[in-house]
């Protein structure tokens, strides 16, 4: 499906897992991203049960990004989504923090550094991640049962 999404909408780039189990969320993936500008992995979940035209939010990412209820980040997700060679991460949700028991659909985004004025990338760190990266590569959706 994913393929045909991106043939027809341009819309994803790549396919994804996505299951949930035991209070948490994963998300596996196979795509290789390029290490030039590489600034890490984004999650993204729309809150919304059942809502699959929802506004995708920031579930989790390199940095703490986000004040939603539903954002995690600790130092080991730091490390994992920072890494371009991971394919796969555990994030702790709870239906308390989303919209209860349901339906919800994720994705992956793959995060480049923009160029400078003198063509250069920007060093990944939190300052230049907020205000100086881009979204590379979008996975296609994965509805995912959260109870």
Do not use: C, Q
């Not at 979940?45 to 939603?68: C, D, F, H, L, Q």
């Not at 994705?107 to 979204?135: A, F, P, Q």
């Amino acid at each position: 499906m994913d393929m045909i999404e991106r043939a027809m909408t341009n819309r994803a780039d790549f396919s994804i897992d996505a299951s949930y189990y035991s209070g948490k969320l994963k998300i596996s993936w196979s795509e290789n991203p390029s290490a030039e500008g590489f600034a890490g992995y984004e999650v993204y979940i729309i809150p919304e049960r059942w809502n699959e035209y929802g506004t995708y939010e920031v579930i989790t990412a390199p940095y703490k990004i986000s004040t939603a209820p539903f954002f995690f980040w600790n130092s080991a997700i730091e490390t994992l989504l920072k890494n371009r060679l991971t394919k796969s991460v555990e994030i702790p949700v709870s239906t308390s923090s989303l919209n209860g028991e349901g339906e919800y659909y994720v994705r992956l985004g793959i995060i480049k550094m923009k160029k400078d004025d003198d063509d250069e990338y920007y060093i990944v760190n939190e300052t230049n991640y907020k205000s100086h990266s881009t979204l590379d590569k979008i996975s296609g959706y994965k509805p995912v049962y959260i109870k």
